[in-house]
């Protein structure tokens, strides 16, 4: 048997890539369905050398991770919906400071307690919006486990790039369903590996000066550089400013780093969109049963196609304009209220051919589910 191929839970794969990115620092606290990335972390991350912590809540998971990661740790912590917000006001933090690091949230059904062992995709707006201020964040996807590895090592690499934490919405089908996946070997997938500062102890250290290229190198924090770190708005020293013209230029930074290299950081799959007339955008689990039903319909001769997302942040807009711009019909495939229908809505040249198609009662949502839909739509001839 290939030892390369492996049987595993979503929630394993995460914990695969993750170890295999250079994962060496985790700190978490267990949480419905995200528990087995933390379980299986206790018991890999020791035997490596890493350090596993388990805290006394989230609030103290992403603020240990914080601290690891300025040490020079490449770190993660896994939660779910509850906990998330819970991370929230930590999150803003990482993003002032420029602290790479992972935020893994396996979605359950919401709002509050909601369904803790079933299925939701609910969670999408709050990885964008939850943090108070302007801001912008990086959100990756999977609908397989194949691609939940590359996302996770893709997480862990855009963390080092941008220096900036970067969150994983996967969903509880997704975390807890088994598939086959293939492990990469080891130096197969490209990792990128933290900045270090090029300036000597005891020079002049500028903790928060970007290079040309904008990224900003690192110094690990407690060896030869002493440097301040403030939630608050800073000058290139870290200390805190109200002068508007950094408070200005730092905020610009912070949002154009990241929004600037939306190409760069958007990954999606295509699939027949070549001559599709009905074009499903779906991520997800949600979007495994979106595929079955184009898939199916080609087969009838429908010109169906799939726009898979990966990247839900920063989301692609111009991309999506461009994909789009023939389609008769557009439908948004997801479990919930409609949160990314309104970033596709906002994207086309018009929204009154995109369409809704969900669940939000902590069921899959089938094929059948969007077929119905369609049926629905072409009928009207809407």
Known sequence: MNENFKFLQ????????????????????????????????????????????????????????????????????????????????????????????????????????GLPTHASQGDVCQAQWGTHGDHAIIALTASNHQDVFAMTVDAFNLAETYRTPVILLFDELVGHMRERLILPKKGEVPLVKRLQTSVEGGVDYHPYLPREDGRLPMSDFGGVHRYNVTGLFHDMWGFPSDNPRIVQDLLRHLVDKINNNVHQITRLKEYYLEDATTIIISYGSSARSALHVVEKGRLRGERLGLL???????????????????????????????????????????????????????????????????????????
């Open 10 to 113: 979503g929630n394993e794969v995460c914990v695969e890539a993750a170890l295999y990115a250079g994962l060496d620092f985790f700190a978490g606290y267990p949480i419905t369905p995200s528990t087995e990335i933390a379980e299986h972390l206790s018991h890999r991350l020791p035997q490596i050398g890493g350090k596993f912590l388990q805290m006394e809540d989230e609030i103290a998971s992403i603020c240990a991770i914080i601290g690891a990661s300025l040490t020079g740790h490449k770190v993660m912590t896994a939660t779910s919906g509850p906990g998330f917000s819970l991370m929230q006001e930590a999150l803003g933090y990482a993003i002032m400071t420029e602290i790479p690091c992972v935020i893994v949230n396996v979605q359950r059904g919401g709002p509050s307690t």
């Open 308 to 382: 898979e997302l990966q990247t839900l942040w920063p989301f692609p807009h111009g991309l999506i304009r461009e994909k789009c711009v023939n389609a008769k019909y557009i439908v948004v495939v997801e479990m919930n209220m409609g949160q990314i229908l309104r970033e596709v809505k906002m994207a086309v040249d018009q929204p009154e051919k995109v369409f809704l198609a969900n669940r939000i009662d902590g069921v899959f949502i089938t094929p059948v589910d969007i077929s119905n839909l369609l049926r629905l739509i072409q009928g009207k001839g809407v």
